[in-house]
Structure formats: structure tokens, C-alpha cells
């Protein structure tokens, strides 16, 4: 058995360890697991040209990067912040697990390409979630305001993902629930495609209480960061 | 035959990206220019390079791995350009005139996919099919983007320049981050073709005390959690696995029932694409897009929630696969 088209994993772990720049470090480790493996350089250049192209959807929300370039310059971004700062009663908490729930029931129904991170959260959650922190945390100061609106747009963003994976495999139609029943039909085993879905659920209910529960907390101890700050200040004042 | 194929949409976004290349150059951006317009021709010549290589002919996806392998070389060089945003007092005068109408064009994205998602395939045009039925909700996207640009265009009442401007800084907001899915899909192409899953699973097997159920719901569960780790994906890491251990061990040892082995391996590999940057469009991607200062920030977002989620994981699998 050749084991040296390990060398490629070895090459990754190391580049994204010495935050080599990932598109190089990325191709690299596909060139030198090929020639390793004992392909010649033409059929690596093959191999990744065709797998390159077969791969082309993963870059069709781009598209959606016109229509929401021309909103944010009207201000949509600054719109939404506005209009969640006099909602008094949707909190970052409230307003995450919403779209937590929202989310993992469309990809349960396959509408996994309805929402994401640039269909909606660049332009719409990641602004809520950062004017719902800020009202949050009053009296914060520079610093902390701003490494708690980052937090806020990254836990954003982490429930866009945490919604459609444990929400997608749910859904019988396509993806995670084809591929697993296509393998074992391979295998000679025939499942019912709904009986796999069916042992997802679990785990999507799970993946809601659990996050559910995180992004409560996590959203208490912005507030009680902003405070003790604000408390500090105070007291250097006083 | 159906009207609207995808390759319509892979043509209007290597339009988008010579526009992009356009700009960078007038502003000497060599780097960013070559990029999107090396980006742009692959993307323009996709569907080409696929017919030929399913025909034999290995010529036209030999140039298109040269220009990933261009790619490769051009993104170490290319600087964070300040493409120059509106100035906020405008935003904010803007946003104060739209108010709500604002939220309409954006809100037709999800709205307009979800559309054509559910009744696509039903749309005729004189006996023609509209849409492909597997690649609707896709081409639900990008119908929904053009329907989305038209309507914000209409709405904000920008001048057409203002159209490839503001795409042109989002998209060099995202860089070469935005080209990283693609290339790790490549990656995983190469490394099914090197034998790399192969091998580490032979290397798994060796070491796996395969009396005990539990410790073969670890290896499988950890297994799927670490493959899918190196690779970023856990479609990949699942035939691996699965053939290598949940099969032979789970399924045929000990008796476990397929379909519980089957969704719970795949669920474990979740929990490990919530904690790798190798996938991108997941976890380096939203870092770009979002203007994070910090790479990991949405990994360090995401672990909290997919460690004891991962625990609940291997409990169900271990429970119920014997039940």
C-alpha cells in the first residue's frame, strides 16, 4: 500500500498552522499527492481542471453580491441596525434563535440555498445582530464595542451554518440522505431513503437546544462584559 | 431540452468577474485583475472542458488545471484593496428616504428562490421545460439575484456604473477567499484518485479493538469527525469511513442497523466541518464576507455548540444502532 500521498494532508495541516496563504498551500498538497500517488503532471493538471470545473455551483452566490452591493450603498445595512434598535423586544438572543429554528425548518424542507451567508446574513442578520448587541451593551467603550460586534457577526454566521447542516440532512430529497443511500445500495444494502432521514431528527432537535441555549448565554456575557467595563469607567471617574 | 441551464448563470458571472478584473486594472491592481479575469475564463469555459473530457479529449482540462495552478501563484500576491464605499452620512440620508422598501429587493432572494424551488419544475414556455429539475433551486438562486439586482437598481435609482462598482468591492472584499471551496473540491478529487481515504482507514482498522461495540462507535464517530477535518467535507469523509469501518465493524460485526450507522456517521462529520477551515465556504468565506479581524472567529463561534453536540452524537449511535 503507498502511504505517501499522506505527505499532501501532512503539507495542509502544516500551511493552515504556518497561515501560508490557502489557495497555494490548497493546490499544492493536490499536486504533490498526485505526483506521489504516481500520476504524471499531465493527469494531475486533468484531475484538477476537471474537478475545478464539476465544483463551479459552489461559487454561484456571487451573483447575489450585485443586488446587495447596491442596497448597502442605499443604506441598507444601516437601515436594518436602525430598525432593530427600536424593537425593544427582539433581543440578539431572540432574533439568533428565530432565525436558527427558520433556517433548519427550510432546509428540512430542501430549500437550502434560500438563506446563507451572503443571501442573508452579510446583508440583513449580521447588521440585526450587531445593532441588537450594541443596544445591549450600553455604555461600552471603543474597544470593547468593537470586539463585541465582531462576536456578534460571527455567531451570526455560525448559526446560518449550524441551521442548514442539522436541518439539510432531515430532507430525503438531496444530498446527505441520497449519498448515504446511494452508498449502501452499492454495498448491496437497500434502505428506505425517509427511515435514514428519519434518524436525523434527533440530532436536529438536539443541534436546536444546544445552540439555543449557547446563544443565550453567550449574548448574557456580552452584556455582562459591556457592564463591567461600563462599571470601571465609572469608578476610575468616581 | 429546458430554457434556462446553469451555464447561463456561470456566463453571467464570468461577466461579473471581467468587470472586476476591468476596474482592478484601471487602478493598476495587476494581482487582482489577473485573478478574476483567470477566474472568469474558467468559469466561462466550464461546461466545454467537461464535454471534452467526457469525450476523451484530456487537452482543455489540462489548460484549466494551469489555470488553477495560475491561481495558486497570483492570490499570495494580491493586496487588500479599498475599493471605496459610499460615505455613511449618504447611507444614512439614503436609508432615512427608502426605509422599509429597502428590505424588498434583498428579501426577494430568498423569496423568488423559494419560488422556483417549490414550482419550477412546473413552469412551461410553449412546451419547453423552464427549468432542469435537479438544478432548479440553483438556478432559482441565480433568477432570484437578477430579479433582485433589477429591482434594487430600479428602487435606489443608482447610475449603471454604480452596478459594477459595488459588486466589484464585494467581490474584492471576498479576494481569493471566495476561489478556496473550489480548490479544496479539487483537492478532494485529487486525494480520492491518490487512494488518501484508502489508506487511512486501512491504517484505523489495524488499530481498532473491534470486540467492543463501543470502541468501534468511537473510531467510527471520531473517525468521520477527523476525516472530515482534513478533507472539509463530509460527503467525502462518508464513503471512506463507512466502507472502511462502519461497514465491516458496525453494520456486519456487530449487527447494527445500516440506517442509524448511516445518518448519525454523517451527522458526527458535521460536527467536524463546524470546526475546520478547510471548509471554506462554511467557515472562511463568512470571515471575508463579514470583514471579520479574526480567521477562526467563526470556528470559535461554532465549537461550543458542536462539541457536546458531537457527545449527543456518538450516545444516539451507540443507543439506538442495537436497539
Redesign the interface.
Known amino acids: 500500500m503507498n502511504m505517501w500521498p499522506l505527505l499532501g494532508v501532512a503539507l495542509v495541516v502544516l500551511g493552515f498552522a504556518r497561515r501560508w496563504n490557502p489557495v497555494l498551500v490548497v493546490v499544492s498538497a493536490g499536486v504533490l499527492s498526485g505526483l506521489l500517488a504516481g500520476f504524471s503532471i499531465a493527469q494531475i493538471l486533468a484531475l484538477l481542471g476537471t474537478s475545478f470545473e464539476s465544483n463551479r455551483a459552489l461559487l454561484l452566490y456571487v451573483l447575489t453580491l450585485p443586488a446587495i452591493g447596491l442596497l448597502e450603498r442605499a443604506g441598507l445595512r444601516e437601515h436594518a441596525q436602525r430598525w432593530i434598535e427600536r424593537l425593544h423586544g427582539l433581543t440578539l438572543s431572540r432574533l439568533l434563535i428565530g432565525y436558527l429554528g427558520l433556517r433548519q425548518i427550510l432546509s428540512m424542507l430542501g430549500l437550502t440555498n434560500v438563506a446563507g451567508q451572503a443571501q442573508t446574513v452579510r446583508p440583513l442578520l449580521a447588521p440585526m445582530a450587531e445593532a441588537a448587541a450594541m443596544r445591549e451593551s450600553p455604555g461600552a467603550d471603543a474597544s470593547t464595542a468593537a470586539q463585541i460586534r465582531e462576536e456578534a457577526r460571527a455567531l451570526a454566521a455560525a448559526t446560518d451554518n449550524i441551521g442548514l447542516f442539522f436541518g439539510e440532512d432531515v430532507f430525503i430529497a438531496l444530498g446527505a440522505v441520497l449519498l448515504i443511500h446511494g452508498f449502501y445500495v452499492s454495498q448491496g444494502i437497500d434502505l428506505q431513503p425517509l427511515h435514514i432521514a428519519l434518524w436525523a431528527l434527533p440530532t436536529a432537535i438536539a443541534a436546536f437546544v444546544i445552540h439555543a441555549l449557547r446563544v443565550h448565554l453567550v449574548t448574557r456575557a456580552m452584556a455582562r462584559r459591556a457592564r463591567a467595563v461600563q462599571a470601571s469607567d465609572d469608578h476610575a471617574a468616581a | 431540452m429546458t430554457m434556462l441551464q446553469?451555464e447561463w448563470?456561470?456566463a453571467?458571472?464570468a461577466l461579473?468577474l471581467i468587470g472586476t478584473a476591468w476596474l482592478n486594472l484601471r487602478q493598476r491592481h495587476w494581482a487582482q485583475a489577473a485573478f478574476w479575469m483567470v477566474l472568469a475564463a474558467?468559469?466561462a469555459?466550464?461546461h466545454w472542458?467537461?464535454r471534452a473530457?467526457q469525450s476523451g479529449h484530456?487537452q482543455?482540462?489540462?489548460?484549466?488545471?494551469?489555470?488553477?495552478?495560475a491561481?495558486?501563484?497570483l492570490?499570495?500576491m494580491m493586496r487588500r484593496v479599498d475599493a471605496g464605499?459610499?460615505p455613511?452620512r449618504l447611507?444614512?440620508?439614503?436609508?432615512?428616504v427608502?426605509?422599509?422598501w429597502?428590505?424588498m429587493?434583498?428579501l426577494l432572494?430568498?423569496g423568488v428562490?423559494?419560488l422556483i424551488?417549490l414550482f419550477g419544475a412546473d413552469l412551461h414556455w410553449y412546451g419547453t421545460t423552464l427549468f432542469v429539475a435537479a438544478q432548479q433551486?440553483?438556478m432559482?438562486?441565480?433568477v432570484?439575484?437578477?430579479v433582485?439586482?433589477l429591482?434594487?437598481?430600479r428602487?435606489?435609482r443608482?447610475p449603471a456604473g454604480?452596478?459594477l462598482?459595488?459588486?466589484r468591492?464585494?467581490?474584492d472584499t471576498?479576494g481569493?477567499a471566495?476561489?478556496?471551496?473550489?480548490?479544496?473540491?479539487?483537492?478532494?478529487?485529487?486525494?480520492e484518485?491518490?487512494?488518501?481515504g484508502r489508506?487511512?482507514s486501512?491504517l484505523m482498522g489495524d488499530v481498532i479493538p473491534t470486540t467492543s461495540f463501543a470502541a468501534c462507535v468511537l473510531a467510527y464517530g471520531l473517525g468521520m469527525v477527523v476525516f472530515t477535518v482534513?478533507m472539509g467535507n463530509?460527503?467525502a469523509a462518508?464513503?471512506v469511513l463507512?466502507?472502511g469501518v462502519g461497514?465491516p465493524l458496525l453494520?456486519r460485526l456487530h449487527g447494527a442497523d445500516?440506517?442509524?450507522v448511516?445518518?448519525?456517521g454523517?451527522?458526527c462529520g458535521?460536527c467536524g466541518?463546524?470546526l475546520t477551515?478547510?471548509a471554506?465556504?462554511?467557515?472562511?468565506?463568512?470571515?471575508a464576507?463579514?470583514e471579520?479581524?479574526?480567521p477562526w472567529?467563526?470556528i470559535?463561534?461554532?465549537w461550543?455548540?458542536a462539541l457536546?453536540?458531537l457527545v449527543?452524537?456518538l450516545f444516539?449511535l451507540y443507543l439506538?444502532a442495537m436497539r
Not at chain 2, 60 to 69: E, N, S
Not at chain 2, 91 to 96: M, P
Open positions: 446553469l448563470a456561470y453571467a458571472l461579473l474558467l468559469f469555459s466550464g472542458v467537461l473530457q484530456a482543455p482540462a489540462q489548460i484549466a488545471g494551469i489555470g488553477v495552478l491561481l495558486a501563484l492570490a499570495p464605499e459610499a455613511l447611507r444614512q440620508l439614503r436609508a432615512g427608502l426605509g422599509h429597502l428590505f429587493p434583498a432572494i430568498p428562490t423559494l424551488a433551486t440553483l432559482g438562486l441565480a432570484a439575484s437578477l433582485a439586482l429591482a434594487a437598481w428602487l435606489t443608482a454604480a452596478v462598482h459595488e459588486s468591492r464585494l467581490i471576498l481569493w471566495a476561489l478556496l471551496p473550489l480548490v479544496l473540491a479539487a483537492l478532494g478529487g485529487v486525494f484518485a491518490a487512494g488518501v489508506v487511512l486501512t482534513i463530509a460527503f462518508f464513503p463507512t466502507a461497514l453494520v445500516p440506517a442509524v448511516g445518518s448519525l454523517m451527522l458535521y466541518t463546524l477551515p478547510m471554506a465556504n462554511f467557515n472562511i468565506v463568512p470571515v464576507l463579514l471579520l479581524r479574526n472567529s467563526v470559535r463561534a461554532q461550543p455548540t457536546p453536540l449527543f452524537n444516539a439506538l
